[in-house]
């Protein structure tokens, strides 16, 4: 490991937030008992947020961004690890409180550290992400929920992103009859790629909310919230789930308690970034055993440290398909 390494850093200049490329060493990093040679990170629409300033992700400065990051352990004060374990890292304050994944080395605290699970590389892990992780946590909150391919088809929001991309690919793995709402109906092909059976646009969920709709699917994962999560909501069928991780239309929840009294549909919060640690090894565990490669390879484009400035503006206009790696060598 070289003593000199290239890192992205966030400085607040008279209360506007500036973002850019620099070389950092050693003795800049935080505090924390595990140094980790990052080789690669990944840009989630959080992230997007965070370099953008568009809404105060971070909340120390200087930072560095990246909430999200992969690679091998260099040195460890901790018992937990040891030079040359595989880890990751999903959450847990990175790009907030504590430096992220855009620098080519972290110090980091051990129980932050996943071990990368032996079937992935560290790039498989960053093209999952925090993403793909939450997509998993949200499948496994339907599966604790009672949801099975049995009960009926199961809608995922935001289909062409991130988490919606990894959301289809799981579920229909897991024998799902997978319906991928969309606002890029081009996107059909891919969409049906991951396996997908059905798509439909975006626009049909998105606008004013009714109380009830016609019974259309057992259960959800949705990362676009606000009127869409509320339609969506009021269509799912008696007994059924939905997963709630995502903001992509909006904060706001217009919605009845129709659905909840009338049809016993439960709402579930999905929170990834202070998920306990049994959760995330189950998560990645089954990543590991659920996820089928050539998707994730499908759904996944690697790009530069220097790169992640405009796939930031991309993300937030809807732009980026699927997942974004970031390769920390180029
Ligand atoms: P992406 O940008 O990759 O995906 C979001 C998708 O939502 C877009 O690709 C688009 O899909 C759709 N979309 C975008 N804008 C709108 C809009 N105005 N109305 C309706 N749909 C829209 O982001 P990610 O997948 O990384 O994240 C998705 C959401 O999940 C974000 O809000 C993010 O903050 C949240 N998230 C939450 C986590 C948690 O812990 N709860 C963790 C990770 C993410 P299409 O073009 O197919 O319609």
């Not at 568009?54 to 990246?66: E, L, N, Q, S």
């Not at 935001?158 to 919606?164: I, L, R």
């Not at 259309?216 to 008696?238: C, E, F, H, I, Q």
Request: charge should be neutral; glycine fraction near 10%; aromatic fraction near 6%.
């Amino acid at each position: 490991m070289t003593d000199r390494f290239r890192a992205i850093l966030i400085r607040k200049e008279s209360d506007a937030q500036k973002a850019e490329l620099t070389e950092l060493g050693l003795e800049d990093l935080m505090e924390s008992d595990v140094v980790v040679a990052v080789s690669h990170s990944t840009v989630n629409y959080k992230d997007g947020l965070a370099l953008t300033g568009r809404v105060p992700v971070v909340r120390r400065f200087p930072m560095i961004p990246g909430i999200d990051l992969a690679g091998v352990v260099e040195d460890s004060a901790s018992t937990a690890f040891k030079p040359g374990d595989r880890v990751l890292i999903n959450g847990f304050g990175l790009s907030e409180t504590h430096y992220g994944g855009y620098a080519q080395v972290a110090r980091v605290k051990s129980d932050w550290l996943v071990p990368i699970p032996e079937s992935f590389s560290p790039a498989d892990t960053m093209a999952i992400g925090t993403a793909g992780y939450t997509a998993m946590l949200s499948v496994l909150a339907l599966e604790d929920a009672g949801l099975t391919p049995a009960k009926g088809p199961v809608l995922v929001t935001g289909a062409s992103g991130g988490v919606g991309s990894v959301a289809i690919a799981l579920l229909a793995k897991l024998g799902f009859h997978v319906i991928a709402s969309t606002g890029r109906l081009s996107e059909e092909p891919y969409l049906k790629s991951l396996g997908a059976a059905e798509i439909i646009p975006r626009e049909e969920l998105s606008g004013e909310p009714k109380p009830l709709g016609k019974e259309r699917w057992a259960g959800a994962v949705d990362s676009v919230g606000s009127k869409t999560l509320a339609n969506v909501v009021a269509s799912t069928r008696y007994g059924g789930a939905v997963a709630a991780c995502g903001l992509a239309q909006g904060m706001d929840l217009p919605l009845s308690v129709a659905p909840f009294i009338l049809r016993g549909v439960s709402l579930l919060g999905i929170e990834s970034v202070h998920m306990n640690r049994a959760r995330r090894l189950q998560a990645w565990a089954r990543l590991a055993r659920d996820l089928d490669r050539e998707k994730l390879a499908s759904m996944s484009r690697t790009i530069g440290l220097a790169d992640v400035f405009e796939a930031a503006n991309d993300i937030l206009a809807g732009g980026v398909r699927g997942r974004l790696v970031v390769d920390l060598s180029r």
